[in-house]
């Protein structure tokens, strides 16, 4: 299954019951192997989880670091980019050629490299001198 399905798919498990905006998030790792992720909201707004956060965090739970790509699907009139809090939580685990591919339920893409979406990226590079 590709990416766009199974992001497709695990966005129907999203728990969005105070936006209704179900997101959905699949990332491949260096080593092919796939990881999904949904939004999870709170009635605490700001308690509230990211799809693209979910993804990383099975990613990670499973002992991957690195991932090549990532396809984000939610339903809205042009594709969803991913929050700044999420470009930061990407640009951790991916190198600036990380295809980012942003979607719609109505099959309109966009794709870009994370370093398009992350210029200027804080990075461990900037701590090399702490």
Known sequence: MCLKEQALKVRENAYAPYSNFKVGA???T???DVYTGCNV???AYPEGTCAEAGA???MVANGQKRLTAIYIVADA???VSPCGGCRQKLIEFADGDAQ???ATLDGVEKTMTLGELMPGAFTE???ENT
């Open 26 to 28: 699949a990332l491949r």
């Open 30 to 32: 260096e080593g092919g």
């Open 41 to 43: 909201e709170n009635v």
């Open 56 to 58: 990383i965090a099975a």
């Open 77 to 79: 009139p042009k594709p």
């Open 100 to 102: 980012v591919t942003m």
């Open 125 to 127: 590079e900037h701590l």
